[in-house]
């Protein structure tokens, strides 16, 4: 049996299966791919045992999310290693390879990403993951070679292996032992921020996360939520919080989370005054159910203190806010 599992996790993505699917079989000779389906209507399984035959496929009777529907399918493979693939991602050749090379060789990384570029501008990095996301004190995420929504060209400027603080469940290798010692995603979080969360915890538990960008893959984006989508406002506002809240230590939680709150309710003001109302409607209904889950996220956070790990990737910038907004630097290379 192969030590890889390569599993795409679908829902109602008939289109991007014919399109992707069969890229991703050809490519990954040493690993066993597997769709995982969130309960689709629209033809996806109809399709999938009518051209792909050979594959294994594992379906749940309704939309688990991102976060429920990859536990249950991890749950079901005893694979050394998953690689959690979105549907809309297009494989180059050996992309497994140096990846599943390096945490052969590596045992204290428990997770990887391959460089992410944009499927549609194929020089330009992708907004989700690019060469390795970061976060700064307050817990807003960035990444090399993509900050807020400046997304920068591809000149082999970030083509160094480095370990980042997380990695894209886009495109998502971790060790399965790993994923399954910390819980797996936070099915509260449904989608949205939930790799962060995965890899803050498993950098708790003494691991690290890289970014190895010998591997690339080109990803489409916005297949299930579009950015304009206040659902996905919503998601990212009450998520981020959570996150926060589960993984901070209880010191700087006396600070931090008021004021990200604080800088939250800026946003929403800001959408107001856009007249994004639906907008600023999200992310007050946000902090509304981020207060009805700290019940919930209490019992998550660590216990009896948080440790931090002396090798987690620390924050390169305090306020990727005030270096974005206030200085002007637009791209990773640019930050102190």
């Not at 307050?138 to 997304?151: E, K, N, Q, S």
């Not at 886009?170 to 890899?199: K, N, P, S």
């Not at 931090?308 to 907004?325: C, E, G, R, W």
Request: aromatic share 12%; net charge neutral.
């Amino acid at each position: 049996m192969p030590k890889t599992a390569v599993v795409i996790l679908n829902y109602n993505g008939v289109g991007f299966l014919k399109q992707f699917l069969p890229g991703v079989i050809a490519l990954s000779p040493d690993a066993d791919v597997i769709v995982a389906d969130n309960g689709s209507t629209d033809g996806s399984l109809d399709y999938l045992r009518r051209a792909h035959p050979e594959l294994r496929l594992i379906v749940f009777d309704q939309n688990y999310g991102f976060t429920g529907g990859y536990n249950r399918a991890i749950d079901q493979i005893d694979h050394e290693y998953t690689v959690l693939l979105n549907s809309d991602i297009e494989v180059t050749p050996h992309w497994i390879t140096p990846i599943v090379e390096f945490l052969d060789e590596h045992p204290e990384v428990a997770a990887c990403q391959p460089k992410i570029k944009a499927y549609y501008e194929k020089d330009k990095f992708e907004y989700a993951g690019a060469a390795g996301g970061f976060i700064d004190a307050l817990a807003y995420p960035y990444c090399r070679g993509r900050i807020f929504d400046t997304l920068e060209s591809d000149t082999g400027q970030y083509d160094t292996i480095q370990p980042i603080f997380w990695a894209t469940g886009a495109c998502l290798f971790i060790r399965t032992a790993d994923y399954q010692a910390v819980g797996g995603l936070d099915e509260d979080f449904f989608a949205h921020m939930e790799e962060i969360d995965l890899c803050w915890r498993l950098q708790l538990q003494d691991k690290l996360v890289y970014c190895l960008p010998e591997s690339t893959v080109y990803h489409v984006g916005g297949g299930t939520l579009s950015k304009i989508n206040p659902q996905k406002t919503y998601l990212n506002f009450r998520n981020n919080l959570s996150m926060i809240f589960k993984n901070e230590s209880r010191i700087n939680l006396i600070w931090k989370l008021p004021l990200r709150m604080s800088l939250d309710w800026i946003s929403a003001l800001k959408f107001w005054k856009d007249e994004s109302f639906a907008h600023c409607l999200a992310i007050l209904r946000a902090h509304k159910d981020f207060v009805l889950l700290l019940p919930q996220n209490t019992k998550k956070r660590r216990k009896p203190t948080h440790r931090a790990n002396p090798k987690m990737t620390q924050n390169t910038v305090k306020s990727i806010l005030f270096h974005y907004f206030i200085k002007k630097q637009k791209h990773f290379s640019d930050l102190p």
